[in-house]
Antibody
């Protein structure tokens, strides 16, 4: 079965750090751009970051740039999101998302189940 | 910063048709925005429905279709079923910034 499984969420104090992981099962991560998307409680979806298949290109939303770092280990079939200087507004469910980018085509087709990050004192 | 706007809520009768739209603050949405559409039910992760404006996934019911309509991306539900009641989000790729932006979401109620 093809799926993404996130882990690493939890309760952290403002100013703290946390690392999320996303492991892929049933397929090889190395062929895909991988993204993180978050959803604050009762709110809509917000794109956070992306990393190219080889890990050499990363992009961030303005709201997390300079505080979050996305990376990947294709041998471990895992994507990471290192979050630091966390603020209350970072509280959300974080989803790992697979996006296939082809010639004149962008296909979002696989979401993980999400992991909850709560930033609170 | 690009803002992507959707109708906050829409109500449709069972068997009816409803069209949701996705507008960009920077101008007309074209095929180059590669619009994707998702359905999300309470307590669940989003599920992909449409990619690259009008392509369906293998699991997408035939009653869902994507298009461009009047400078916006559009998702049409034809022959609506009670199980289609959900929140729907669009996602656009902004090539100028290489960012992706989600729409504000549309709550579809089937009554």
């Amino acid at each position: 079965e093809v799926r993404l499984v996130e882990s690493g969420g939890g309760l952290v104090q403002p100013g703290g750090s946390l690392r999320l992981s996303c492991e892929a099962f049933g397929f090889t991560l190395s062929g895909y751009w991988m993204h993180w998307v978050r959803q604050a409680p009762g709110e809509g979806l917000a794109w956070v970051s992306r990393v190219r298949s080889d890990g050499k290109i990363t992009t961030y939303a303005d709201s997390v740039k300079g505080r979050f770092t996305i990376s990947r280990d294709n041998v471990k079939n895992t994507v990471y999101l290192q979050m630091s200087s966390l603020i209350v507004e970072d509280t959300a469910v974080y989803y790992c998302v697979r996006i296939d980018v082809g010639t004149d085509m962008v296909t979002v087709d696989l979401w993980g189940q999400g992991t909850l990050v709560t930033v609170s004192s | 910063q690009t803002v992507v706007t959707q109708e906050p809520s829409l109500t449709v009768s069972p068997g009816g048709t409803v069209t949701l739209t996705c507008a960009s603050s920077t101008g007309a949405v074209t095929s180059g925005y590669y619009a994707n559409w998702f359905q999300q039910k309470p307590g669940q992760a989003p599920r992909a429905l449409i990619y690259s404006t009008n392509y369906k996934h293998s699991w997408t019911p035939a009653r869902f279709s994507g298009s461009l309509l009047g400078g916006r991306a559009a998702l049409t539900l034809s022959g609506v079923q009670p199980e289609d009641e959900a929140e729907y989000y669009c996602l656009l790729y902004i090539s100028a910034t290489q960012h992706y932006v989600f729409g504000t979401g549309t709550k579809v109620t089937v009554l």
